[in-house]
């Protein structure tokens, strides 16, 4: 495990996007904090950077199973390493602490604007949303998103070991990512009668960190609360973990 873990470290470090995507995210930042009204809903939502989080691990993710599929290199992965789990366990914990870093980094460069751009400088400790400082609400939309990332971490690597084209799953998983919204909304409209079902659908959960942020209108597109979003949200990461593992599993090289 532990060789498996600094392989797909190593690998990800080396990548010119890793570090290439934060600094474009802390630029975007930079241009919305200049150009949007002054909204303490900006801080709250980090610059409501989460989406661009969201692009990132589907491009970076995408790529740490299928690339290694069309390049074979995946069998010299599995000879070195003495069970597919260990492989497939390192590939996520990787892209989760990815993913954890991207937001921590998010965070900071949200408390550093709002310091320095003269048409933000709110108080992170006034009371905001659901009586909580606008500091913690930062905080916890973060922690939120962080669930609504795993979920779409899930999603790539279930995709990822479905599909082995690489330019094929990074568009299905964009496809469901972005789409999602309109997508859950069209399920849960035209199957209407039936929505105490179909609003458990796994698209409606990409809703869960905008439904935070601006409660009283998800609720109408979502019709479910943030603690059922949450359970859902995590039944669904440990069934797409599940099911992409023993895809990969059975897979032949």
């Not at 609400?137 to 971490?153: G, H």
């Not at 999602?180 to 069209?186: E, R």
Request: hydrophobic share 50%; with cysteine; charged share 10%.
């Amino acid at each position: 495990m532990r060789y498996s873990l600094y392989q797909e470290s190593y690998k990800l470090i080396h990548k010119k996007v890793t570090w290439l995507a934060p600094c474009l995210m802390i630029l975007l930042m930079l241009v919305l904090g200049l150009t949007y009204d002054s909204d303490r809903w900006l801080i709250m939502s980090s610059f409501g950077i989460n989406e661009w989080i969201s692009l990132v691990l589907v491009l970076v993710g995408s790529t740490m199973f299928s690339m290694e599929f069309q390049n074979r290199t995946i069998l010299t992965l599995l000879y070195k390493t003495p069970s597919r789990m260990y492989v497939y366990l390192s590939k996520f914990i990787v892209i989760c602490t990815y993913d954890l870093f991207l937001h921590i980094i998010v965070m900071i460069f949200t408390m550093i604007f709002n310091v320095i751009m003269p048409n933000l400088r709110f108080s992170l400790w006034a009371t905001y949303q659901y009586q909580q400082s606008l500091f913690v609400n930062m905080v916890l939309t973060s922690t939120i998103d962080m669930f609504t990332t795993l979920f779409i971490i899930s999603l790539i690597f279930l995709m990822s070991c479905l599909i082995s084209e690489n330019s094929v799953v990074i568009a299905v998983n964009l496809g469901l990512v972005f789409l999602g919204q309109g997508i859950s909304n069209d399920i849960l409209n035209f199957y209407h009668r039936f929505l105490d079902i179909v609003k458990w659908n796994p698209i409606n959960m990409i809703n869960l960190t905008f439904q935070y942020t601006n409660y009283d209108m998800y609720y109408k597109l979502t019709r479910l609360s943030i603690f059922q979003m949450v359970s859902a949200t995590l039944l669904y990461i440990m069934l797409f973990l599940i099911l992409g593992y023993l895809v990969f599993r059975r897979r032949h090289y």
